[in-house]
DNA sequence: TATTGTATTGCAATCGGTTGCAAATATTGC
DNA sequence: GCAATATTTGCAACCGATTGCAATACAATA
């Protein structure tokens, strides 16, 4: 009770003149110890405050129950609800969970990597930073079979599984909405071409334009950070457009929204000049006015999926045969995309 | 490199015919070891892709490196901002950071506390739940000296240290900032009062009250889970006083912002007829319109500082001698409180 | 009673790194 | 050249739980 001595199987064995095999086996009810004996150890190990320590088990046992996630940032509203879906799920598997950031530099990702690899973690989830173009610093982990599970920003490799959203069907829908409202030139405000999610939804709008017969204009895409600034520095752009657009589609709200202040502020309407559409379904969309239509992603879900399969795999000992995994996505129509 | 044997320091040792005390040594560049011996260690390690097995180390040295933090929900703009600034500190200290979430129950907070002090943790911070009254499920930590650090939800106990911010004057403020503007009837939106964040600014509302000579009015006080649902309710049911207020003090942004949304649709004008004061500053503040005026939270700040304060305490090994630390704050004025 | 079978428990090695103390080697001084 | 000191390195015992195999106890069968 004075905080300094830690009790051990040992000790336990000691008291009960068992061996401290007997007592390891009793504690996790080994159907070799008498059932009448592995109560005698419970009840001592209560009584005696033991706790099983779980570094030499892990030491024996060459397993950590311990889950890694790498991300590039923890503060924005949809990585926080991803993290806390697989929160839920790990713990209640009865893992622990490992956070790192890699503030979106490439530097740091392989830092958190190694870090991940030095830790001994069972598996690891994660989300890539806008620029990462290969994987080798994960090799280190693959290579002891160490399932990695990538979730939203992904990198295509045989032996990891993805999950994801169809982002190039969600960049199509939302086009292909506006269109429908009679839009003919959108913006598209997109983020580094390097990560999947941005290309793809890329690739959508493209998909769009083509099925509506209009043509490709390069200069309608804006990359930039996503973010406020970056919105803003999108609006002025857009501003400075010879013939103005009448759509924009934004590949996140945060940045939809920062442009919509900075439209507004110079006095274009919303949506009868400009019908916008965003992307992630964050809270923000519903209180910006006009209401910001937007692409439902289902991070809560996402994250539970993610850490599920993970959790799978490592049970299982060998590689998911999954490949990729795509969750459902939804338009949600709102008033920044009326009809004219 | 077929990923099934592990390099071990015994591997090293055999290669370079040293013993693998020499190379535990080498490796952590003990100076009773030659330096040109130290260097033929790290080279072949490096060589061999020698890896350290943090288990065999903590095992012995009784230590893990390793913090953790259990905090109601991650998924907040301000709690993953918190978050965001531990990561940050903990990771460049060398640590590694245990996540779990109490969601706000105190069932779940007492098994989290139990796993970390399974995970022997070397540290840990806390945001209690709403209604966490005592910190026995703490004890064992506490005995076995290991510092917890409440950041935010506090609880006042001589052995730990809070940071937090002086919610009584920032509720102070928020409401002389209202009467300031000429209002006078004052509904105050707070949580769970067993709590220390929302007790003291019901304590600064108050005050506040009384330096201006305006009775204080139970009615006015509206207790709820400061959520979107228990903004509109909030609404509703100020819709339904017999006088009409002509100010709102919320205890935080999202339920201000949803009773804003509320009382907009039934055609109440702000800040004409109602001025409006949020606390904590998230983004939302910015999009809503009119801006809400509202308490900036500096939690980035917090989270870096309860991290330093909890390292710091690990290192000294003993108890801090600082008992409280405060934070300042900001009130931000916007349009939503504007003079009628 | 001797033998075989079954239920319990213990022995001792193992996981990989750390560290007090002793031993071996190198360096210095006279 | 030899004792004395300083520099390097190794031995062996930990840290605490796990587990294959052997050993013991006890019951059942011939």
Redesign the interface.
């Known amino acids: ?3 300094k001595k ?1 009790v051990t199987i040992y000790d336990i064995a000691e008291k009960l003149d068992l061996s401290p095999a007997t007592v390891s086996r009793g504690l996790k009810d080994h159907p070799a110890i008498r059932k009448e004996t592995r109560k005698r150890i419970k009840e001592t190990a209560q009584l005696m ?1 033991y ?6 088990s ?2 024996r046992a060459k397993k ?1 129950n ?1 889950i890694g996630i790498i991300i590039p ?5 949809f ?3 991803v ?2 879906g697989i ?2 799920v790990v ?1 209640a598997q009865g893992y ?6 890699s503030q979106e530099t490439f530097e740091k990702e392989i830092k ?1 990597a190694t ?1 991940m ?4 973690v069972d598996g690891l989830l994660v989300s890539l930073t806008y620029t990462t173009e290969n994987i080798q610093h994960f090799e ?1 982990l693959l ?3 160490i399932p990695i599970i990538f979730f939203d920003r992904v990198f295509d490799d045989p032996t990891c599984t993805n999950v994801v959203i169809d982002n190039t069907k969600a960049g199509y829908d939302a086009t292909m909405h506006l269109l429908e409202q009679g839009r003919r030139r959108i913006v598209h405000l997109c983020g580094h071409l390097t990560r999947n999610t941005y290309a793809d939804r890329l690739k959508g709008y493209r998909m769009a334009l083509q099925d509506k017969g209009i043509a490709y204009d390069e200069s309608l895409v804006i990359v930039n950070p996503l973010n406020e600034a970056g919105g803003i520095e999108a609006a002025q752009k857009f501003l400075q457009l010879d013939i103005r657009p009448d759509g924009i589609f934004a590949a996140n709200d ?1 940045s939809a ?1 920062a442009c919509m ?1 900075e439209l507004k502020i110079a006095g274009i309407r919303i949506p009868e000049d400009v019908a916008i559409v965003g992307f992630n379904n964050d ?2 969309a519903r ?3 006009p209401n910001l239509t937007t692409i439902h992603y289902p991070g ?1 879900e996402m994250g539970q999926i993610a850490a599920t399969t993970l959790i799978n795999t490592i049970h299982n000992s060998r590689t998911s045969p999954i490949n990729t995994l795509v969750l459902k996505h939804e338009l949600l129509v709102r008033e920044s995309s009326s009809a004219k």
């Not at 706790?51 to 030499?56: H, P, S």
């Not at 622990?96 to 950031?101: K, P, Y």
């Not at 690899?117 to 001994?120: A, D, G, L, V």
């Open positions: 009770m004075d905080g830690e405050g706790q099983n320590n779980l570094f030499a892990n030491l950590t311990t940032r923890i503060n924005s509203y990585m926080s609800t993290i806390s929160e839920h713990n622990s969970l490992i956070i790192s950031q958190n870090t690899y030095n830790s001994r280190a290579r002891k079979r945060s929204v202040q809270p923000i209180v910006i006015e809560y």
